[in-house]
């Protein structure tokens, strides 16, 4: 009995293990999770940003005070325009001079700005010509922009091959004709001064020039030219520096009270008007022309007839944006005013503003003077002879541009030194 149950319980065991090998496997699934991380690679994931732009850093080295109300004012204006239109950063020095900086030269004064990060150094006086060639040749791999100067024209008398060197300057020829404009127009007595700075090519061109301006208005207003008297005084510098130049206070003075009516400045900032706005409101009839700056007349609106200026944003907009995108090239720059709009903030280098003093009509007759020479008047044409009376253009003759920028003396008409005595 044993033995019988004992054979079916192995007989049972055998049948359930060959029905457990033949019944199919189970399927099991792992649960889906689902998450807003990123699915697993081998290599880890790279995060990118787009880099930032570096920031272009210009230095200028100004010859007088970033606020004179003049010169250097215009190219510190300049300089926040840049810093405006480009996202450049600005850094100066200014009162760069003999006189406010002893023992220093504008090319030691230059190395501090590129010691600050500067990339392109700006110099804006004529007199640091051979400072800004000495930089340019030591730092080739810094930009350089010189205001006026000649080192890079081809068809100028000092060339020198400087590719980082660029001369930048405006044709400010055509601004002092419109102040001599409306000096001649203004004028009662037909008696101009000039107020002059040191004596150069530069200066002596752009008081003839005013000259030019001067004579042809007067004529045009029916005068007689031979009674017209325009005199140069050179004061020795840019502006006074009290022991070594003339003072220009005293110098307009001088003007004032020898019957000259109208002084037009040619220094750097504008202390013409303040004498003139002291005598005029003692009972003289006296007025002023303004230079460099736009707001110049702002010193004494009641006398001033006008100011030519220079506007240096739009040419060294573009000489910084050759210097980011590499397409820099050593260049002489001598830009016309933008003749559609001489006082357009963004295209023109040189510009003309109305004083308030100027009357209506005599404003009106400058406005038609700057049409005819947006039309193509060209005073620098012959006859001309110079101030010795040698002739220096025939009767027709245009002058080239070296003619003009070399003048070598005053033109015959005027009176003053024509070279340092």
């Not at 109300?69 to 200014?94: C, F, P, V």
């Not at 045009?220 to 004061?235: C, H, R, S």
């Not at 050759?322 to 397409?327: K, R």
Request: glycine share 8%.
């Amino acid at each position: 009995m044993r033995k019988n149950f004992a054979r079916l319980a192995m007989f049972a065991l055998v049948l359930m293990l060959v029905l457990a090998a033949c019944a199919p496997a189970a399927v099991t699934e792992a649960p889906v999770v689902e998450t807003d991380a990123p699915v697993a690679t081998d290599a880890p994931a790279v995060v990118t940003e787009a880099p930032v732009a570096e920031q272009f850093v210009f230095g200028l080295l100004m010859v007088g005070p970033y606020n004179d109300n003049g010169w250097s004012q215009a190219h510190y204006e300049a300089g926040l325009y840049l810093e405006e239109k480009l996202g450049a950063k600005m850094i100066y020095l200014d009162k760069v001079n003999p006189a406010d900086r002893p023992g220093t030269t504008p090319d030691q004064l230059a190395e501090e700005l590129v010691a600050q990060g500067a990339q392109l150094v700006i110099f804006n006086s004529d007199d640091m010509k051979d400072a800004s060639t000495t930089f340019a040749k030591a730092h080739p791999e810094t930009y350089v922009i010189m205001a006026s100067g000649d080192q890079v024209w081809t068809d100028g008398k000092t060339y020198e091959e400087l590719p980082n060197l660029m001369n930048i300057m405006g044709r400010m020829e055509y601004g002092k004709m419109m102040a001599g404009c409306a000096a001649a127009l203004t004028s009662e007595t037909g008696k101009i001064g000039y107020l002059g700075p040191l004596l150069n090519d530069e200066t002596r061109r752009l008081a003839s020039s005013a000259y030019l301006g001067a004579r042809y208005c007067w004529e045009q207003a029916g005068n007689d030219p031979a009674a017209l008297e325009f005199k140069v005084t050179w004061i020795g510098f840019w502006f006074n520096i009290p022991g070594v130049t003339l003072d220009p206070v005293q110098v307009s003075n001088d003007f004032y009270t020898t019957g000259y009516d109208v002084v037009i400045s040619g220094i750097d900032n504008p202390v013409n008007l303040g004498e003139a706005q002291k005598l005029s409101a003692e009972g003289n009839k006296v007025f002023g022309v303004a230079y460099d700056y736009v707001a110049a007349c702002d010193a004494a609106p009641e006398v001033c007839i006008g100011v030519p200026y220079f506007n240096w944003g739009p040419e060294y907009l573009k000489a910084i944006t050759s210097a980011q995108d590499g397409s820099w090239s050593s260049q002489f720059i001598w830009a016309a005013p933008d003749w559609s709009d001489i006082n357009n903030i963004d295209t023109s280098s040189v510009g003309f503003v109305n004083g308030p003093a100027l009357s209506t009509e005599d404003a009106a007759a400058v406005d038609a003077f700057v049409a005819e020479l947006a039309g193509g008047l060209d005073l620098w044409t012959g006859p001309i002879n110079l101030q010795d009376g040698t002739a220096y253009l025939a009767d027709g003759e245009v002058a080239t541009d070296q003619q003009v920028w070399y003048l070598p003396q005053l033109l015959e008409g005027m009176e003053g030194l024509s070279a340092p005595e």
